[in-house]
């Protein structure tokens, strides 16, 4: 069982930078995939990206390919989107997400665990 808790999310001007937090509990996270979501108003969740349990292999949205960076730090539990260069349109509810299923998916379907999300709004 893993529980994840997303942090820092917030209000950025485009262009600007945030860094978001994904916190987990549970000793099975160091062998889990972990990906980042978001869903902005009106519109499906969407993948962002993935990245396997050691983290030498990641996966993104065209959409965010080159501005976000997706880490993780298993000796603290710990995964990260470093996210640069904001748009308008990144605006949306970021979530992440493990995945006991050993492999590293693309889609919502293959992750188990789901954290609440993080608001991220970005001005024009």
């Known amino acids: 069982q893993v529980q994840l808790v997303e942090s820092g999310g917030g209000l950025v001007q485009a262009g600007g930078s945030l860094r978001l937090s994904c916190a987990a509990s549970?000793?099975?996270?160091?062998?889990?995939?972990m990906g980042w979501f978001r869903q902005a108003p009106g519109k499906e969740r969407e993948f962002v990206a993935a990245?396997?349990?050691?983290?030498?292999?990641?996966y993104y949205a065209n959409s965010v390919k080159g501005r976000f960076t997706i880490s993780r730090d298993n000796a603290e539990n710990t995964g990260y989107l470093q996210m640069n260069s904001l748009k308008p349109e990144d605006t949306a509810v970021y979530y992440c997400?493990?995945?006991?299923?050993?492999?590293?998916?693309?889609?919502?379907?293959?992750?188990?665990?789901w954290g609440q999300g993080t608001q991220v709004t970005v001005s024009s």
């Open positions: 990245i396997d349990w050691s983290g030498f292999n990641t």
């Open positions: 997400a493990a995945s006991s299923r050993g492999y590293l998916p693309r889609n919502q379907d293959g992750y188990n665990y």
């Open positions: 549970g000793r099975t996270f160091g062998s889990n995939a």
